[in-house]
């Protein structure tokens, strides 16, 4: 089992930009898939980003690439979610996820533990 805390949120202008950190605990960090998802007011969470066991491997929403990077950190326990160029419409809050199988899962059921989220608000 695996706990996951976020940090990093917060109130930042259209155009700026944003680290999201999600803490892991545990010594199987490293054997978990990791995720972010997000979920605005009045809509169903959705998947933002996906990171591979070794880091090699990343996958995006289309409403996120080129401006979300997602990485790994083992010898901290740690995944980020670097976020450029913010828009109004990334207003959410933003949740950590592991995924303890194979594969870059999408969907919230293909993870098996979430952290508690963190709330990100872009003004226009």
């Known amino acids: 089992q695996v706990h996951l805390v976020e940090s990093g949120g917060g109130l930042v202008q259209a155009g700026g930009s944003l680290r999201l950190s999600c803490a892991a605990s545990?010594?199987?960090?490293?054997?978990?898939?990791m995720g972010w998802f997000r979920q605005a007011p009045g809509k169903e969470r959705e998947f933002a980003a996906a990171?591979?066991?070794?880091?090699?491997?990343?996958y995006y929403a289309d409403s996120v690439k080129g401006r979300f990077t997602i990485s790994r950190d083992g010898a901290k326990n740690t995944v980020y979610l670097q976020m450029n160029s913010l828009q109004f419409e990334d207003t959410a809050v933003y949740y950590c996820?592991?995924?303890?199988?194979?594969?870059?899962?999408?969907?919230?059921?293909?993870?098996?533990?979430w952290g508690q989220g963190t709330q990100v608000t872009v003004s226009s």
């Open positions: 996820a592991a995924r303890n199988k194979l594969g870059l899962g999408v969907g919230t059921t293909d993870y098996d533990y």
């Open positions: 545990g010594r199987t960090f490293g054997t978990y898939v």
């Open positions: 990171i591979s066991r070794s880091g090699l491997n990343t």
